[in-house]
């Protein structure tokens, strides 16, 4: 059973810098991809973040230039650097596990199996 555990979160002024954290445990096929999404408060969850099987990556529009997914394949972790954070970066982060996953024309995509993470808080104040 994968488990995904999420750390790394939480609060910082405006223009600040964080880095999310997600241990995976469990067997995790090597074909499927992992990425990222949040949850701000009465909106739904959306993708910010993809990462390929080929270490590849892919962002939606509302995080390029200023997130960075990365994968270390030895230590099974995810990581999603983050900076310049604004106020509407706000919210639940969730790592996920899916074998699709993936961003394309400033949007990102999921398929019906993922796996997630119990998410961690972040929170960007003015």
Same mark, same amino acid.
């Given at each position: 059973q994968v488990q995904l555990v999420e750390s790394g979160g939480g609060s910082v002024q405006t223009g600040g810098s964080l880095r999310l954290s997600c241990a995976a445990s469990g067997y995790i096929d090597k074909l499927y991809r992992k990425g990222w999404f949040r949850q701000a408060p009465g909106k739904e969850r959306e993708g910010i973040a993809a990462i390929d099987t080929d270490g590849s990556a892919s962002y939606a529009d509302s995080v390029k230039g200023r997130f960075t997914i990365s994968n270390d394949n030895d230590k099974n972790v995810l990581y #999603?650097?983050? *900076?310049?954070?604004?106020?509407?970066?706000?919210?639940?982060? %969730?790592?996920?596990?899916?074998?699709? #996953?993936?961003? *394309?024309?400033?949007?990102?995509?999921?398929?019906?199996?993922? %796996?997630?993470?119990?998410?961690?808080?972040v929170t960007v104040s003015t």
């Open positions: #999603l650097e983050m *900076s310049t954070l604004k106020p509407e970066d706000t919210g639940m982060y %969730y790592c996920a596990v899916s074998p699709l #996953l993936y961003c *394309s024309g400033g949007y990102c995509y999921r398929g019906e199996e993922v %796996y997630w993470g119990q998410g961690t808080q």
